[in-house]
């Protein structure tokens, strides 16, 4: 019985470090990069919901989700927007 709650542990503690690590290169892609939130994109697209994933699906846009909120690489936006105006 031990041994199996110090195998958990050790899990436990190896899925923490992980989520640790991928907050910190959210942190620094963060830094890099500006990032809009979905109501941004949407206002600026003129699009839906349903229409920003379907443009994150095939690749026309880059999107990260943070803290349960849909967030839109900005680069990736504005190249959007230049392809289809331009």
């Known amino acids: 019985m031990i041994a199996i ?5 050790l899990l436990l ?5 992980e989520r640790r690590a991928e907050r910190l290169q959210m942190q620094i892609a963060a830094d890099k990069e500006r990032w809009l939130d979905c ?6 697209l003129r699009k839906g919901d349903r229409t920003l994933f379907n443009y994150v699906k095939n690749g026309k846009l880059v999107s990260k ?10 680069s990736s936006v504005m190249n959007f927007l230049e392809r289809t105006t331009g």
Request: aromatic share 12%; no cysteine.
């Open 39 to 44: 109501q941004t994109v949407k206002l600026m």
């Open 65 to 74: 989700k943070i803290g349960g909120t849909n967030f839109y690489l900005q």
């Open 13 to 17: 503690e190896t899925y923490a470090e």
């Open 5 to 9: 709650l110090k195998r958990i542990l």
